[in-house]
Nanobody, 118 residues
Framework: QVQLVESGGGLVQAGGSLRLSCAAS????????MAWYRQAPGKEREFVAR????????YDKDSVQGRFTISRDDAKNTVYLQMNSLKPEDTAIYYC???????????WGQGTQVTVSS
């Protein structure tokens, strides 16, 4: 049974930092492209960042590039999202996503709440 468990969310003031973690189990982690998405109240879920199975990262240029960093530790089956210079508009539920590198299937975590106060 595949599980993706996010942690690290919380309440932070604007300008602050948070580090999200997503621990994966039940899959061969090194074969998966990992990503973070977020969903703000009343909005659709949107892409934040992705790191490929080989370590190549991409970001949503308009909203987070230069402030957020995605990384992975295959030994720990964990993907991270370091979020710096947080803004109130970063407030959302952040979801972890795993997609097999051969597009054989994907999974979602349950999400972790990030709230940035002004």
């Amino acid at each position: 049974q595949v599980q993706l468990v996010e942690s690290g969310g919380g309440l932070v003031q604007a300008g602050g930092s948070l580090r999200l973690s997503c621990a994966a189990s039940g899959l061969t982690f090194s074969n998966y492209n990992m990503a973070w998405y977020r969903q703000a109240p009343g909005k659709e879920r949107e892409f934040v960042a992705r790191i490929s199975w080989s370590g190549r990262s991409t970001y949503d240029k308009d909203s987070v590039q230069g402030r957020f960093t995605i990384s992975r530790d295959d030994a720990k089956n964990t993907v991270y999202l370091q979020m710096n210079s947080l803004k109130p508009e970063d407030t959302a539920i952040y979801y972890c996503n795993a997609v097999h590198r051969l597009s054989l299937g994907g999974y979602w975590g349950q999400g972790t709440q990030v709230t940035v106060s002004s």
